[in-house]
């Protein structure tokens, strides 16, 4: 079953009931998944107009654009959304490491055998 | 701010208010975001004993197995969690289109000047 949500040319995202829609970031260049996170309306359209990924900080109830403090910016190459239009792609070209421990990804432990395994 | 969730070895997931953490699988040859889609503690053991990715769907209240009717299965290569514990990613192998709509990813569609621009 479809609809024109899923099919159709319009900007239509399905936010939650907490106003929200989740955004994956991946390195346009290499494919990597960097970070998740959320977006509200606001968001959304400030990583539209200004290019640099925004997010919604649930933690800190405010608009958060990534790397306003650290400088570690995520640059937007290209913004996609899926079918039922509650989640986000953005392909970005990232400015130094996306997670807050250092690390290039936030994913940078494997899951093998019901444990953790951090990258080399 | 870092944690032993955050850095240590223990898989220990962050379930949210209802027992879901956000999955993203993406092409383990291409890169590409194939679909997002939620887990809880079940579909995340199913996925890792079985190495077919199961998730929970939020619509039909049940554990689905992703291609169980359609044979579209995404076949797990790698499984990596983020930093917080609240997101795993999928690296797979996918049997066939991951949407329903037949394209062989969710993201089909670019957000361009405010509108939708799906791929050729």
Redesign the interface.
Known sequence: M?SSR??????DPKYDAAGLI?A?A?DAA????L??AHMNAEALAAT?ASGEATFWSRSRGRLWKKGETSGHVLRVV???????QD???LRVEPHGPA???G?RS??????KD?????DE
Do not use: Q, S
Request: charged share 20%.
């Open positions: 479809t899923e099919t159709g040319p319009t900007l989740t994956v991946t290499t494919g990597e998944v970070m998740l539209m290209e913004a996609r959304i899926d079918c039922d989640a986000v792609w997670c807050h421990t690390a936030c994913f940078y432990r494997r899951i019901g444990r953790l395994v951090a």
